[in-house]
């Protein structure tokens, strides 16, 4: 039991010394002291099914034994030492990644954030290259540094950054874009910005092939290996942000870009790799990663021994439990349900998405496609209120986000669509 100080008291403190711009999910801030695989509780030891998973972040579910076992075990022999002397799990970890990646993508930089990986993507390309237009997509997420954040396209995540060398392309939207699904249609914009908004050569092109944090935009079919292509001709590399996407979340695939026929030049990959541990990942073919040679880059805390051995019983635990078999079934179980319940309430608009990283939004009127952002709201806290926590997103915050760890089950996925059946028939 959880005898420590209350929720009241922490708050209290928190608004005193902590960043004011976090906003909480619930009107009540939750309040989670415990983890045990799909399930949180609470400080008064209430439990709830956890379909958001840390923003698409746990994997194995939460405190998996395997993966706190590698983590202590290494802990305990050696913690911390440096980039600049050998440590055994970082190179395992990076071979069991370079595995796991197609092509002669086979060189790993391992990096503690999402935001790191992707700005060091972003500077290999433009070293690579020789050039320095980037091209991203409206509502994409990529981190809340300088070059990152610049990539984003969404205003709730950008301050007064200096945007120098960024496009941000038409977003290959299948429910609002203006091209419906056609994904080579929405291309072309691309091969207009190359054409009209630089010198004809870029260094490059990154995007999710899922948007997670902007609510859930699976990338119309055909999208990437058009803008791939044209990335390419303009002497461009292609950068794929699995960060949410990546690490077999989508079920079918291990890779999300994998599901549009494509190979990136760059994988950059967080979250999910670590199960909660911070930790990130850069990688690449070994003709591109000798760019990196011309200086030293040096990152303290990228490749410590305890964040690779996690990561690498992370990628055991994958493996071993069949997770991605296990995200790609129930997923696809518990999208069904969704759409069926779209068939039942007309302030569903849309379920998309693939295997544990699913969307479902919901409009005011399905023909103006209006955002529901209270409803989405009180339907969220509600859920939470009968043990179900689920996230939202886009720019509207009218999407649920369903990004749930991997081992989530068929009943679990049962719990969740009849609670939001529940609050909705009552709506
Ligand atoms: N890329 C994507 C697709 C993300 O969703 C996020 C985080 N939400 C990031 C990059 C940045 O990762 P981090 O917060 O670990 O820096």
Not at 84 to 97: G, I
Not at 201 to 225: D, H, K, M, N, T
Not at 364 to 374: F, G
Request: proline share 4%; glycine share 12%.
């Amino acid at each position: 039991p959880y005898d420590g100080p209350s929720a009241d008291e922490l708050l209290e403190k928190r608004h005193r010394h902590l960043n004011p711009c976090m906003a909480y999910f619930y009107k009540n801030p939750l309040f989670l002291v415990d983890g045990k695989m799909q399930y949180l509780f609470d400080e008064k030891g209430r439990r709830y099914l956890d379909a958001f998973g840390g923003i698409a972040t746990v994997s194995c579910g939460h405190c998996h034994p395997q993966v706190l076992d590698a983590i202590f075990n290494q802990a305990k022999r050696l913690q911390h030492t440096t980039a600049l002397y050998l440590n055994r799990p970082s190179v395992d970890f990076a071979e069991a990644l370079a595995s796991k990646c197609p092509g002669d993508l086979n060189v790993v930089f391992f990096t503690n954030s999402g935001t790191e990986a992707n700005e060091l993507a972003l500077m290999i390309a433009r070293l690579y290259t020789g050039f320095h237009d980037i091209i991203s997509l409206r509502n994409g997420y990529h981190g809340n540094a300088g070059a990152t954040m610049t990539a984003t396209g969404q205003r709730n995540y950008k301050y007064n950054v200096v945007q120098t060398g960024i496009h941000h392309a038409l977003n290959p939207d299948p429910y609002r874009g203006i091209f419906g699904t056609n994904g080579p249609k929405y291309a072309k914009d691309v091969d207009e910005i190359i054409t009209y908004g630089t010198c004809g050569r870029v260094a490059g092109f990154i995007a999710e092939a899922i948007q997670g944090v902007g609510g859930i935009y699976e990338l119309a079919p055909g999208y990437l290996s058009a803008v791939y292509a044209s990335v390419r001709k303009a002497g461009g590399l292609c950068i794929a942000d699995e960060v949410q996407s990546g690490f077999a979340r989508t079920g079918g695939h291990f890779w999300g870009f994998e599901s549009q026929g494509v190979v990136p030049d760059i994988i950059t990959m967080a979250k999910g790799i670590g199960n909660g541990l911070p930790l990130g990942a850069v990688v690449t073919t070994s003709e591109i990663a000798k760019v990196m040679t011309c200086h030293g880059y040096l990152n303290t805390f990228g490749g410590n021994p305890v964040s690779t051995a996690g990561g690498l019983a992370v990628l055991k635990v994958i493996e071993n439990e069949k997770l991605q078999q296990n995200a790609f079934t129930v997923g696809m179980y518990l999208k069904n349900q969704l759409l069926a319940l779209k068939e039942k309430h007309d302030i569903i608009g849309d379920v998309r998405g693939r295997g544990f990283l699913l969307g479902v939004e919901l409009v005011t009127d399905r023909d103006l496609k209006n955002p529901a952002t209270r409803e989405t709201l009180h339907v969220m806290e509600e859920m939470k209120d009968m043990g179900v926590l689920v996230g939202k997103g886009g720019l509207h915050g009218n999407i649920f986000r369903i990004s749930p760890p991997l081992c989530f089950t068929r009943e679990d996925a049962d719990f969740l669509v009849c609670t939001m059946d529940h609050i909705m028939s009552k709506m």
